[in-house]
């Protein structure tokens, strides 16, 4: 057994200002979304309004994901970071002011805007993955999650305190005065991390590698077999069921996201309650986004994709099905694990199965992805919460999330991260 590998002190460096810029990137949209579903039925008309907003921006998210990753790939992660973190701050800014002027359709042009940054959020991932090497692209993912986890926890329990003392639009000033501060972070790396991800030899010693992880040639960027278009990528089943599972696993992220608010509001609960039971949601998450990446490593990724639904679906229905606050708060810590299992899994998968010039095109199909999640879910979700209730959206939510199940028993994972049919060679 080899001996433990200690991460190169650039690379830690780069690390944290990646993972530090994504969740101060990433908390002023948690803010945003602790108070989406109930501005949506405060402006907006309709059974659906309180889900209107988010499958707006989860909409306009499915069409800037592939073009920002191309982008990404052309120009390299740093500066089309900052192009997306420049939507989620103008996207902040409009917001606060539809709110002021009470107007529905600034609102959704707001959402809009915010949905091209969502769309390419999957970019960070892409940019800490880059850094290391093959065998520890899971735990570079975790690593990377844990900024997006980071902000979710932090996100929903600030959001909730800012709201109640300083009003609804102090969460989108917040927000934009974060993102700013991650743009200045992205800007203060002194190498592009597609530069590093091309030159790991520079940065890691030689047993960090595995055997023949340099086999491919200098002229990979030129070959078409290394630089696919998306439908060739879509079709590699492994990155197919990736891709799936990022959109089912969404279910239980609007459960707690759109329909935990509107439900638990009716029944008496005040705000500052409900962002407690998405901030537990979003610490499940947190603090097992980098033990998660190690298990992959070690035990594969069909684990994951197993897990994450189950997981999912037992918090669901720990809601749907009793008004007993532990239990609720069981319930919403298990939907945070099985979302933060959901997305290490996935950029892990694109790891294994692409090559460096076309990974954040592949990474931008998780946005894509993720996007029609939210796009399709939130308005139905909150359609059956409103003409039912809690218990039948529940019980739905659950048997939708068994596809991913189901479809994962056909992965045939040979060894970690190498699978039957699928040769890659790095």
């Avoid at 069409?63 to 390299?76: C, E, H, N």
């Avoid at 590093?196 to 200098?218: I, T």
């Avoid at 809601?319 to 810590?333: D, K, M, Q, R």
């Avoid at 019980?395 to 939708?400: D, E």
Wanted: glycine fraction near 10%; include cysteine.
């Amino acid at each position: 057994m080899k001996a433990k590998i200690k991460i190169p002190s650039k690379i830690k460096v780069m690390t944290v200002k990646l993972v530090v810029a994504y969740l101060l990137n990433f908390i002023g949209f948690t803010f945003t979304l602790s108070t989406m579903s109930l501005t949506g039925q405060e402006l907006l008309t309709g059974s659906g309004a309180a889900g209107i907003p988010l499958s707006l921006l989860s909409g306009v998210a499915l069409f800037s994901a592939l073009p920002l990753g191309k982008l990404a790939d052309k120009i390299g992660r740093k500066y089309a970071l900052i192009i997306m973190i420049a939507c989620y701050a103008v996207g902040d800014l409009l917001g606060a002011f539809a709110i002021n002027i009470r107007s529905g359709a600034v609102y959704l042009a707001a959402m809009a805007i915010l949905g091209i940054g969502v769309g390419a959020m999957a970019l960070f991932a892409t940019a800490v993955t880059d850094i290391y090497p093959q065998r520890y692209k899971g735990r570079a993912s975790g690593y990377a999650q844990l900024g997006v986890m980071g902000a979710n926890m932090l996100g929903y329990l600030v959001g909730g305190q800012l709201v109640t003392y300083l009003g609804t639009t102090s969460v989108y000033y917040a927000g934009f005065i974060a993102q700013i501060i991650s743009v200045i972070i992205i800007l203060s790396l002194a190498v592009d991390t597609k530069t590093v991800g091309e030159n790991l030899k520079d940065y890691w010693p030689e047993d960090a590698f595995e055997k023949n992880e340099f086999s491919v040639q200098k002229d990979v960027d030129t070959k078409p077999e290394h630089n696919r278009s998306w439908v060739r990528l879509l079709i590699i089943f492994p990155l197919l069921i990736s891709v799936l599972l990022r959109v089912f696993i969404h279910i239980g992220a609007n459960f707690v996201n759109v329909a935990l608010p509107v439900a638990f509001t009716e029944i008496g609960y005040p705000l500052t309650a409900i962002t407690i039971f998405m901030t537990i949601r979003a610490f499940g998450s947190f603090i097992f986004a980098g033990p998660c990446g190690n298990w992959i490593d070690r035990y594969g990724r069909k684990l994951g994709f197993v897990v994450a639904p189950l997981v999912t679906i037992a918090g669901i229905l720990m809601i749907g099905f009793t008004n007993l606050i532990p239990v609720i708060v069981i319930g919403a810590f298990l939907i945070g694990v099985g979302n933060a299992i959901a997305n290490v899994v996935p950029p892990a998968v694109a790891n294994d199965v692409t090559y460096l010039p076309e990974r954040s095109a592949a990474v931008a199909i998780f946005g894509i992805s993720t996007n029609v999640g939210g796009f399709v879910f939130p308005t139905p979700m909150a359609f059956v919460l409103d003409t039912y209730n809690l218990q039948t959206l529940a019980v739905v939510s659950s048997v939708a999330l068994l596809v991913p199940v189901i479809l994962s028993l056909f992965i045939r994972e040979v060894s970690v991260g190498k699978y039957k049919g699928v040769n890659v060679k790095k």
